[in-house]
């Protein structure tokens, strides 16, 4: 009986689990104990993974999107404020409601969505993009948002 045969059969006698399947304990598990930075292994690039640590570009990529969403409630007040109008339905309804409401809600959904990406980050969505690069996409489209905030803001000034 050669070697393989050997390792074959001990690994199909014993019960064999893989603790990286267990996504809810390792999520939770991961506040405690942080070890998994990366994804280490080429197989792992195929399957849903969580990480424990994440790396500076991911955080500073949350903190210029949540700040380009507080600065676009604040550019969109301003606009309204000068003749401009609302067109989502949900914020222009929480702007009628209360203005503060309007911003903590927008604040709100934008972090809770960026952390739910950032704690998703590697997960394959469709078999094509992964969850940081729903994220870049998040970035970029707050940041073509606030300069178009800020063009329609130059025309108010120029219109005066």
């Keep these: 009986m050669n070697n393989q045969t050997v390792v074959d059969e001990l690994a199909n006698s014993r019960s064999y689990s893989d603790r990286r399947n267990n ?13 998994r930075q990366h994804v280490r292994r080429e197989v792992d690039n195929l ?6 640590i994440h790396e500076t570009r991911i955080f500073i990529l949350f903190s ?4 380009l969403s507080a600065i676009d409630a604040m550019l969109t007040l301003f606009i309204i404020n000068n003749g401009g109008e609302e067109i989502n339905p ?17 604040f709100f959904m934008t972090s809770f969505g ?10 394959l969505i469709y078999q094509i993009i992964r ?14 948002l606030v300069l178009y905030e800020i063009s329609l803001i130059s025309q108010i000034y120029l219109a005066r």
């Design 23 to 35: 996504h809810i304990r390792s999520y939770f598990y991961s506040y405690f104990k942080r070890r």
């Design 47 to 52: 399957n849903n993974l969580y990480v424990d």
């Design 64 to 67: 210029l999107t949540v700040l």
């Design 90 to 106: 949900v914020m222009l309804y929480l702007l009628n409601t209360d203005v503060a409401v309007f911003f903590w809600v927008k």
């Design 114 to 123: 960026m952390l739910f990406l950032v704690s998703h980050k590697h997960f």
């Design 131 to 144: 969850g940081y690069h729903i994220m870049y996409a998040v970035f970029t489209t707050y940041v073509v």
